[in-house]
């Protein structure tokens, strides 16, 4: 399997968010990631892995900043569009 990395974009391709897409927040070891925008623990099996990579949402996770939801909507805003991540009312947990 490809490394995940964190601020990677990643699509989910399972559950109740499957289609959505999310940003990798952490790794918590080689079969769960933390992702984000509606946080939660996935398993890498059930995300497709993007090339794409949040550069501004890594930078604020090194210098200790952590991301707002809305932060984190805009992240995906920018790199799959507006459609492509999971609604805020949703509210899959």
């Known amino acids: 399997m490809t490394e995940v ?3 990677q974009v990643v699509e989910s391709i399972a ?3 499957k289609g959505f897409h ?3 927040y952490s790794i918590i070891d080689n079969q769960y990631v933390t992702v984000v925008e509606n946080p939660k623990k996935k398993k890498l099996k059930h995300l497709h892995l993007t090339p794409k990579v949040a550069s501004r949402f890594v ?3 090194q210098t200790g900043l952590v991301p707002t ?3 984190v909507r805009e992240f995906l805003d920018e790199l799959v569009g507006p459609d492509k991540y999971l609604p805020h009312n949703k509210g899959v947990r």
């Open 22 to 24: 999310m940003i990798v």
């Open 5 to 7: 990395k964190v601020g």
């Open 59 to 61: 930078k604020n996770i």
């Open 15 to 17: 559950g109740r968010d």
């Open 69 to 71: 939801n809305e932060e």
